[in-house]
Nanobody
Framework: VQLQASGGGLVQAGDSLRLSCVDS????????VGWFRQAPGKEREFVAS????????SYADSVKGRFTISRDNAKNTVYLQMNSLKPEDTALYYC?????????????WGQGTLVTVSS
């Protein structure tokens, strides 16, 4: 399953962005989905995940309290609301299906969407 992320952009520190993740080929509603990011020169890291029903969520400590993951299964879309953005949030953001109850990606990576936060 390859998902497509969108919604990135150039913002200032303290601003907000909402990223979207869709799967044009099949329904997402049966899958747990995660957001990941990769900053220049760094490894890809976990950001947040959400179970198929939307009840169970998990966050990296670095984004807890600022980012919120949600999903609308009727729209086949998973969102990442990012508030109080910091320059260190600058990265290429990807979404992927994850093994249920874990942070382990289980699908292939799509193109990602670039988030740039200026100070």
């Amino acid at each position: 399953v390859q998902l497509q992320a969108s919604g990135g952009g150039l913002v200032q520190a303290g601003d907000s962005l909402r990223l979207s993740c869709v799967d044009s080929g099949r329904t997402l509603r049966s899958y747990a989905v995660g957001w990941f990011r990769q900053a220049p020169g760094k490894e890809r890291e976990f950001v947040a995940s959400i179970g198929w029903s939307g009840v169970i969520t998990s966050y990296a400590d670095s984004v807890k309290g600022r980012f919120t993951i949600s999903r609308d299964n009727a729209k086949n879309t998973v969102y990442l609301q990012m508030n109080s953005l910091k320059p260190e949030d600058t990265a290429l953001y990807y979404c992927a299906t994850v093994v249920s109850g874990t942070r382990v990606p289980s699908g292939s990576w799509g193109q990602g969407t670039l988030v740039t936060v200026s100070s």
